[in-house]
């Protein structure tokens, strides 16, 4: 089944305390990225890589880090957590071709609480 | 700052009537426009999108977009109860070597049975 699988689905960590949410997909793309949801602010983009070692900020990106060392993995670290950073996260993935711009899959989210 | 606005609801509407749902985006050089439904609590789900003006067609689902007003809607006929979820209008961000989606933040809507 084509999808993108995000570990862990619920976390609660402490502040300070490094930690990697993982993103895999399945379906070949090159492209993904990385959102969080918050109530009354909606989706926004934290990172985006367009392919392996190329990746670039969204519109949050303060406090995290990426890496794309494989086509399928977009793990999204975050060095020293803090209560600002509790949000529901998303790892997504789209293909390319034809000058078409496709749409994201997404994962199935990351409940992140930091305490 | 590139922004897309959408009506917050709740948009009510009886079972088997059309909703309509409707969204603005600022950025002229918006290419291509995608509609998400959002159950509580999961993930975006895409099922639509649309790149050219006027109107676009899947089963109960119609796409619609005016570049010229910057202006993209979504109508669903022959609502369903299970068609309730928040819906995200997005829009790719591509300019300037960019990528991702600039989303709305959603439009609830309930059908009433």
């Known amino acids: 089944e084509a999808q993108v699988t995000q570990n862990p689905r619920y976390l609660i960590t402490v502040t300070g305390k490094k930690l990697t949410v993982t993103c895999s997909q399945n379906?070949?793309?090159?492209?993904m990225s990385w959102y969080r949801q918050d109530p009354g602010l909606g989706l926004r983009q934290i990172y985006y890589?367009?392919?392996?070692?190329?990746?670039d900020k969204g519109d949050v990106p303060e406090g995290y880090k990426v890496s794309r060392k494989e086509k399928r993995n977009f793990p999204l670290i975050l060095e020293s957590p803090s209560p600002n950073q509790t949000s529901l996260y998303f790892c997504?993935?789209?293909?390319?071709?034809?000058?078409?711009?496709?749409?994201?899959?997404f994962g199935s989210g990351t409940r992140l609480t930091v305490v | 700052q590139k922004e897309v606005e959408q009506n917050s609801g709740p948009l009510s509407v009886p079972e088997g009537a059309i909703a309509s749902l409707n969204c603005t985006y600022s950025?002229?050089?918006?290419?291509?426009f995608f509609w998400y439904r959002q159950y509580s609590g999961k993930s975006p789900e895409l099922i639509m999108f649309i790149y050219s003006n006027g109107d676009k067609e899947d089963g109960r689902f119609t796409a619609q977009l005016n570049k010229a007003s910057q202006y993209v809607s979504l109508l669903i006929r022959d609502s369903q109860p299970s068609d309730s979820a928040t819906y995200l209008c997005?829009?790719?961000?591509?300019?300037?070597?960019?990528?991702?989606?600039?989303f709305g933040k959603g439009t609830h809507l309930i059908i009433q049975p």
């Open positions: 890589s367009m392919n392996v070692e190329v990746t």
């Open positions: 950025d002229r050089g918006s290419q291509s």
């Open positions: 379906m070949n793309h090159e492209y």
């Open positions: 997005a829009v790719n961000r591509g300019g300037g070597g960019a990528d991702g989606l600039t």
């Open positions: 997504a993935s789209r293909r390319t071709g034809g000058g078409v711009v496709y749409g994201y899959t």
